[in-house]
């Protein structure tokens, strides 16, 4: 009898999926501002910012951006159906977006992208005035997670939970003062020291009960994302740090129906690694090794200058070729493969990486 | 064989568009019950390094079928069909 229920019950799973695999599933419709809350107001985020406002002004194109200049096939090829993607999917328009952040340092973002020397002088003076009314919050900071750098602009708690709860009024303010319908946090802020997973990370009731107790493996990164899942606010790790991959992360997501994604863009190296690499396994060319060697100078440099930093990186870089090359499955083409991350600080680059 | 790339580039400008992606696609998912429910968005992968699965469950690091993966996704909650590129069908 119950396996004729589950039967029926997965019978009616299919029939159900099956009408809305016809019609789509509902979506509620992007009206309203959107809400951008960045932790680390740095190069990536001011480049973000910065970029939207030129695109929104007209002088400069989203370049790189799925969802702005990319275009699905629907139906067979011979249909002619390719619709730009920000058509086919209700996606909020630029024009939507208001944008806040926290930094250590208390440059608002017009300085703080001069600093970073990304982007030309020329189009950041025609930003300006958006860029300079985005100042940073004061930041939760642990300088054992991030051992080169050091600021002012930090948050001051009794422990790892009243922290937290400084995040959320800063959200539950941004809320009303923007006048956002709805909010993202992204996490743009540096490589943390490399942690493993402990038991504080197992359960929710766990992580809560160690940032009252100010557990050392809860990082600051975590702080921020039990912030923002707890407000309702979804949560993207750009960084390689552990944050929202922990158990207790999964359950809050889950429980609150908050989505999270990570981790660390894809941005330089690894892009290139994961399309040469399914190249050689198609063909099954075998590997002896692969040497990666990236030459910067920007902050994201310094940071990773120290060896906990470094770490939490290299996992990160080392996992996509094993992933990709399946060495269990071919030994002899993979199974010997010798794969060197190098990470060369080197001040006059700045932004501009050799790989 | 020996492959040499010699890549440069301005690491922030390829971050930014990733930063507007994920902020426009994961807004898209708290609108959409289908997808928020639960809880990784593994069809984002294609945005990251070290995507997050739960666990047991391996990362796909293709770009390729990272791409696949997430505009199939796009497609399943329009109710489009999936493109599998079978493409069989083209010559009945």
């Given at each position: 009898?119950?396996?004729?229920?589950?039967?029926?019950?997965?019978?009616?799973?299919?029939?159900?999926?099956?009408?809305?695999?016809?019609?789509?599933?509902?979506?509620?419709?992007?009206?309203?501002?959107?809400?951008?809350?960045?932790?680390?107001m740095g190069a990536?985020a001011t480049t973000?910012?910065a970029?939207?406002?030129?695109?929104?002004?007209?002088?400069?194109?989203?370049?790189?951006?799925?969802?702005?200049?990319?275009?699905?096939?629907?139906?067979?090829?011979?249909?002619?159906?390719?619709?730009?993607?920000?058509?086919?999917?209700?996606?909020?328009?630029?024009?939507?977006?208001?944008?806040?952040?926290?930094d250590?340092f208390e440059d608002d973002m017009y300085t703080a992208a001069s600093k970073a020397g990304v982007l030309?002088r020329?189009?950041l003076?025609?930003?300006?005035?958006?860029l300079?009314?985005?100042?940073p919050?004061?930041?939760?900071?642990?300088?054992?997670?991030?051992?080169?750098i050091?600021g002012?602009?930090?948050?001051?708690?009794?422990?790892?939970?009243?922290?937290?709860?400084?995040?959320?009024?800063?959200?539950?303010?941004?809320?009303?003062?923007?006048?956002?319908?709805?909010?993202?946090?992204?996490?743009?802020?540096?490589?943390?020291?490399?942690?493993?997973?402990?038991?504080?990370?197992?359960?929710?009731?766990?992580?809560?009960?160690?940032?009252?107790?100010?557990?050392?493996?809860?990082?600051?990164?975590?702080?921020?994302?039990?912030?923002?899942?707890?407000?309702?606010?979804?949560?993207?790790?750009?960084?390689?740090?552990?944050?929202?991959?922990?158990?207790?992360?999964?359950?809050?997501?889950?429980?609150?129906?908050?989505?999270?994604?990570?981790?660390?863009?894809?941005?330089?190296?690894?892009?290139?690694?994961?399309?040469?690499?399914?190249?050689?396994?198609?063909?099954?060319?075998?590997?002896?090794?692969?040497?990666?060697?990236?030459?910067?100078g920007n902050r994201?440099?310094e940071?990773?200058?120290?060896?906990?930093?470094?770490?939490?990186?290299?996992?990160?870089?080392?996992?996509?070729?094993?992933?990709?090359?399946?060495?269990?499955?071919?030994?002899?083409?993979?199974?010997?493969?010798?794969?060197?991350?190098?990470?060369?600080?080197?001040?006059?680059?700045g932004d501009?990486?050799?790989? | 064989?020996?492959?040499?790339?010699?890549?440069?580039?301005?690491?922030s400008?390829?971050?930014?568009?990733?930063?507007?992606?994920?902020?426009?696609?994961?807004?898209?998912?708290?609108?959409?019950?289908?997808?928020?429910?639960?809880?990784?968005?593994?069809?984002?992968?294609?945005?990251?390094?070290?995507?997050?699965?739960?666990?047991?469950?391996?990362?796909?690091?293709?770009?390729?079928?990272?791409?696949?993966?997430?505009?199939?996704?796009?497609?399943?909650?329009?109710?489009?069909?999936?493109?599998?590129?079978?493409?069989?069908?083209?010559?009945?």
């Amino acid at each position: 009898m119950p396996k004729t229920q589950k039967h029926a019950s997965k019978a009616a799973r299919t029939e159900k999926k099956s009408d809305a695999q016809k019609h789509g599933f509902p979506i509620q419709p992007a009206t309203g501002k959107l809400g951008v809350m960045i932790p680390g107001m740095g190069a990536v985020a001011t480049t973000f910012v910065a970029g939207v406002e030129a695109v929104r002004t007209g002088i400069a194109a989203p370049i790189g951006s799925l969802t702005q200049m990319g275009t699905i096939r629907l139906g067979k090829r011979t249909d002619g159906r390719s619709p730009k993607i920000k058509e086919f999917v209700p996606l909020a328009g630029l024009d939507d977006l208001v944008f806040t952040g926290w930094d250590i340092f208390e440059d608002d973002m017009y300085t703080a992208a001069s600093k970073a020397g990304v982007l030309e002088r020329d189009l950041l003076a025609k930003v300006k005035t958006r860029l300079q009314s985005i100042k940073p919050q004061k930041a939760v900071f642990d300088h054992n997670y991030v051992k080169k750098i050091d600021g002012p602009n930090v948050k001051k708690g009794k422990n790892k939970m009243d922290l937290a709860e400084q995040l959320r009024q800063d959200i539950r303010d941004f809320r009303k003062s923007s006048g956002a319908a709805r909010l993202i946090t992204i996490w743009c802020a540096s490589t943390e020291t490399f942690i493993e997973p402990t038991a504080a990370h197992q359960s929710l009731k766990s992580l809560e009960k160690a940032m009252k107790e100010n557990d050392e493996f809860i990082a600051p990164s975590m702080v921020y994302a039990y912030a923002s899942l707890m407000e309702g606010v979804p949560f993207a790790n750009g960084a390689p740090n552990l944050t929202v991959d922990v158990p207790a992360m999964l359950e809050l997501s889950r429980e609150r129906e908050v989505p999270i994604c990570g981790k660390d863009f894809k941005t330089g190296q690894t892009l290139l690694k994961t399309v040469l690499a399914p190249a050689f396994k198609a063909r099954l060319l075998g590997l002896s090794g692969w040497y990666s060697t990236n030459i910067l100078g920007n902050r994201d440099g310094e940071v990773l200058d120290d060896p906990g930093s470094f770490k939490t990186k290299e996992e990160s870089k080392l996992g996509a070729l094993e992933h990709i090359l399946q060495p269990s499955l071919y030994p002899e083409l993979y199974g010997n493969i010798f794969h060197k991350v190098r990470i060369n600080y080197y001040p006059p680059r700045g932004d501009n990486k050799e790989g | 064989m020996q492959i040499k790339v010699d890549f440069l580039c301005r690491d922030s400008i390829l971050a930014a568009p990733i930063v507007l992606d994920l902020v426009l696609f994961l807004d898209l998912v708290q609108r959409t019950p289908e997808l928020r429910r639960l809880g990784i968005q593994e069809w984002l992968s294609f945005y990251f390094k070290s995507p997050m699965t739960p666990p047991g469950l391996y990362p796909e690091h293709d770009l390729f079928i990272q791409l696949i993966k997430l505009k199939n996704t796009l497609r399943h909650l329009r109710g489009e069909e999936l493109i599998t590129h079978l493409g069989l069908e083209y010559y009945d």
